[in-house]
């Protein structure tokens, strides 16, 4: 049989798990279904930082230093716009460089904002930035219908994510995390069949609650996984009580789960078979098993190449 693997992803662990496994099966093999909900409009281009994050590390083109964006970047553009910042009226968002956007990257923005304005969709339009980048794997965002990730915040209220993650650098408590508009999504073309079709399923080491779940919330994709359960793997973003890299330990905190790797095996419990802990949490092994997993120890924390390749080998139950 044919192996097909389907991976859910978003963020920089996401990126690197790919990473790893396109080192041990053909990346033909492979579906990766992306995280959208952190995208955004801004000076009128679309952004998609987690499809672009995992196109850029893929291509071994991505900013190591910054974690995000391309290597060998400047940025002039936004130095110049900075000259018309406190220009526009209140409410405006001309002039902000908050965001920033290497000069680089905007090539990336610019190709698919006027896609997207020629009326392709979302799909399409990865599908083009990752043959043009020479990428070999399937990579779907989750929905080509626009699902906007929104936080609350203590004191604030609701804001967009990317006020959230980068606007106010994720230091702000969290009481609520909603999907606008994801009710009324569909999957993008081929989600629902790769993940019915996959031999192996993995959920990659992301944030449970802004990157997972965007995606498992899209109506379809959580039924698909529940049926396919006992074939998924999920690997834990939470090493001895912290997260690697972001804010997700703090954000199950506030949100009322436990910050650890039980507590994301309560969260996942629905959806996974099995999670892939870090050998720094071999001790809590059996508490994962009670929340109804099957837990399996590994190292987890891909400091290189090798280290992604052997927990894609792990997922895939041939280390």
Same mark, same amino acid.
């Given at each position: 049989?044919?192996?097909?693997?389907?991976?859910?992803?978003?963020?920089?662990?996401?990126?690197?798990?790919?990473?790893?496994?396109?080192?041990?099966?053909?990346?033909?093999?492979?579906?990766?279904?992306?995280?959208?909900?952190?995208?955004?409009?801004?000076?009128?281009?679309?952004?998609?930082?987690?499809?672009?994050?995992?196109?850029?590390?893929?291509?071994?083109?991505?900013?190591?230093?910054?974690?995000?964006?391309?290597?060998?970047?400047?940025?002039?553009?936004?130095?110049?716009?900075?000259?018309?910042?406190?220009?526009?009226?209140?409410?405006?968002?001309?002039?902000?460089?908050?965001?920033?956007?290497?000069?680089?990257?905007?090539?990336?923005?610019?190709?698919?904002?006027?896609?997207?304005?020629?009326?392709?969709?979302?799909?399409?339009?990865?599908?083009?930035?990752?043959?043009?980048?020479?990428?070999?794997?399937? $990579? $779907?965002?989750?929905?080509?219908?626009?699902?906007?990730?929104?936080?609350?915040?203590?004191?604030?209220?609701?804001?967009?994510?990317?006020?959230?993650?980068?606007?106010?650098?994720?230091?702000?408590?969290?009481?609520?995390?909603?999907?606008?508009?994801?009710?009324?999504?569909?999957?993008?073309?081929?989600? $629902?069949?790769?993940?019915?079709?996959?031999?192996?399923?993995?959920?990659?080491?992301?944030?449970?609650?802004?990157?997972?779940?965007?995606?498992?919330?899209?109506?379809?994709?959580?039924?698909?996984?529940?049926?396919?359960?006992?074939?998924?793997?999920?690997?834990?973003?939470?090493?001895?009580?912290?997260?690697?890299?972001?804010?997700?330990?703090?954000?199950?905190?506030?949100?009322?789960?436990?910050?650890?790797?039980?507590?994301?095996?309560?969260?996942?419990?629905? $959806?996974?078979?099995?999670?892939?802990?870090?050998?720094?949490?071999?001790?809590?092994?059996?508490?994962?098993?009670?929340?109804?997993?099957?837990?399996?120890?590994?190292?987890?924390?891909?400091?290189?190449?090798?280290?992604?390749?052997?927990?894609?080998?792990?997922?895939?139950?041939?280390?």
């Amino acid at each position: 049989m044919e192996r097909r693997i389907t991976v859910l992803a978003g963020g920089v662990g996401a990126a690197r798990y790919l990473a790893g496994l396109v080192q041990v099966v053909e990346p033909g093999s492979i579906t990766a279904i992306v995280n959208t909900g952190d995208d955004t409009t801004l000076h009128g281009l679309r952004i998609c930082p987690d499809l672009d994050t995992v196109t850029y590390t893929l291509a071994g083109a991505s900013n190591t230093e910054l974690g995000w964006g391309l290597q060998g970047e400047t940025w002039q553009a936004m130095d110049a716009l900075a000259r018309f910042e406190g220009q526009a009226p209140p409410g405006s968002a001309a002039g902000a460089t908050w965001f920033r956007l290497g000069d680089r990257d905007l090539a990336t923005h610019l190709y698919r904002t006027q896609r997207l304005a020629e009326g392709a969709p979302l799909s399409a339009v990865a599908a083009e930035l990752s043959a043009a980048w020479g990428l070999g794997l399937a $990579l $779907l965002p989750m929905t080509d219908d626009v699902v906007a990730t929104m936080v609350t915040v203590a004191g604030e209220g609701e804001i967009g994510f990317q006020d959230y993650f980068v606007g106010r650098r994720h230091s702000v408590p969290v009481t609520g995390v909603r999907f606008d508009g994801v009710e009324r999504a569909a999957p993008a073309p081929g989600v $629902l069949s790769a993940l019915a079709e996959a031999t192996s399923i993995v959920v990659a080491p992301s944030n449970p609650v802004v990157s997972i779940g965007p995606v498992v919330a899209v109506p379809g994709v959580g039924e698909a996984l529940r049926a396919r359960r006992d074939d998924v793997v999920a690997v834990s973003p939470i090493v001895a009580g912290a997260a690697l890299k972001g804010p997700a330990d703090r954000m199950l905190t506030e949100l009322g789960h436990e910050a650890s790797v039980v507590g994301v095996a309560r969260l996942y419990a629905p $959806l996974v078979g099995t999670l892939v802990v870090d050998e720094a949490d071999a001790g809590r092994a059996d508490e994962v098993e009670a929340a109804g997993v099957r837990c399996l120890v590994a190292p987890t924390v891909m400091t290189g190449p090798a280290e992604a390749a052997a927990l894609a080998r792990t997922t895939l139950g041939r280390a």
